[in-house]
């Protein structure tokens, strides 16, 4: 007869990661985790919650002290190990930079593993992993090497998640949901956008070489379809009128709605056929029937 049941000496804590742990003890500083095969992990007292007893589980991430022991929080730090994330240098010292990343003890990016010398206050875009030889969570801004190189299965359209990477002479280097590099052409951009911004993407296409060109809104009639939506709220927000139309310059468009004038002008002409506005000379403006 087969057992299914998972021995709890089979625990494996993810370091540098959330793990659901068990209390198994309680004292003066704070509360003691079944850690499995790790041992017993600290929860210090300032992350106990209310109530919390021998017995219950609590959803913690486990990473390193200031002395290289395993210790848990019940804090959610800005990145965890397998990510890329934005943070900002908060103290450099003989050995490297110490990132924030919202936890107690900052995070660690070595020399090496810098492309320029890192500055206190300096914001960087890093990849968080677990140095294989010290076994000590550690950041890189060498981020490519940190990028799956295997070919994407990705669709037109396709809605993905970004964090933009680089700013280039053609646009922004970004990186697809926490895996891919992709390029959003400059051209193609209707917003401010800004490295470290966590956007909302769509892919373009999936080159034959492997490289991804992404889009900041869905391309075709579902742009439309979204737009259409946007400018009916705009309406409603300006007394039913908009001072923009089929006259207005595609740079104040792109400004004042962060779209193309294209996109703009498909759904002005959508909402026209279905009578929810009129067009005149100084803009558009809702019927009377939609007040």
């Given at each position: ?17 959330y ?10 500083f ?30 913690v ?26 943070l ?32 206190i ?7 968080v ?9 550690v ?63 769509y ?52 400004q ?18 279905k ?17």
């Amino acid at each position: 007869m087969t057992n299914d049941t998972t021995n709890d000496n089979d625990l494996k804590v993810k370091l540098g990661d959330y793990n659901r742990l068990s209390i198994v003890k309680e004292v003066d500083f704070g509360l003691y985790l079944d850690g499995g095969d790790e041992g017993e992990i600290l929860l210090p007292s300032r992350y106990v919650p209310k109530g919390a007893k021998t017995g219950d589980e609590l959803n913690v991430f486990v990473y390193l002290d200031q002395d290289e022991r395993i210790i848990a929080t019940t804090e959610h730090p800005r990145v965890k190990v397998g990510e890329f994330g934005f943070l900002r240098v908060a103290w450099v010292n003989q050995y490297g930079a110490f990132l924030d990343w919202g936890l107690m003890k900052d995070l660690f990016c070595p020399f090496s593993e810098q492309k320029k010398k890192m500055e206190i206050g300096s914001w960087h875009v890093v990849h968080v992993h677990i140095d294989e030889e010290s076994y000590r969570i550690v950041a890189s801004a060498k981020v490519e090497h940190f990028l799956n190189k295997q070919p994407a299965d990705y669709g037109h359209n396709d809605a993905v998640d970004l964090l933009v990477w680089q700013q280039t002479d053609i646009g922004f280097k970004v990186i697809i949901d926490n895996a891919y590099q992709g390029l959003v052409y400059s051209n193609r951009i209707f917003r401010d956008v800004h490295v470290g911004d966590r956007l909302r993407g769509y892919i373009d296409q999936v080159r034959p070489d492997g490289k991804i060109d992404v889009m900041l809104q869905p391309s075709g009639r579902q742009s439309t379809i979204d737009f259409v939506d946007t400018l009916t709220d705009y309406l409603l927000a300006h007394g039913g009128r908009c001072p923009y139309g089929d006259k207005t310059d595609p740079e104040v468009i792109k400004q004042v709605f962060g779209v193309s004038k294209k996109t703009f002008k498909r759904a002005i002409g959508d909402l026209y056929r279905k009578h929810i506005i009129v067009i005149g000379d100084d803009g558009i403006q809702l019927t009377k029937a939609h007040p």
